[in-house]
């Protein structure tokens, strides 16, 4: 079972940031940015999930992250199939 992670937008910083905690019952994150801990409102930041995914490079693949589809190898496909 793979860990839970997030990564964020603050909409206040105008940057992506480290999640560290997310406590959605008192709708709060808190994060990481400039080597300093914030606390922040869930209506000011865009909580990005992690995929399970990396990329060539080894670097997280996140909800929302844009990767050329060209890179994809043609052995590997995300996606589902659905059965009745």
Do not use: C, P
């Amino acid at each position: 079972m793979r860990k839970i992670k997030f990564r964020g937008y603050s909409k206040r910083l105008s940057a992506l940031v480290d999640i560290k905690k997310v406590d959605f019952k008192l709708k709060a994150a808190w994060f990481v940015h400039n080597n300093m801990l914030f606390e922040e409102s869930l209506d000011d930041v865009v909580l990005l999930q992690f995929t399970g995914f990396y990329d060539s490079s080894g670097k997280e693949i996140y909800e929302g992250d844009i990767r050329n589809l060209s890179q994809l190898s043609q052995k590997r496909s995300i996606g589902a199939t659905l059965k009745k």
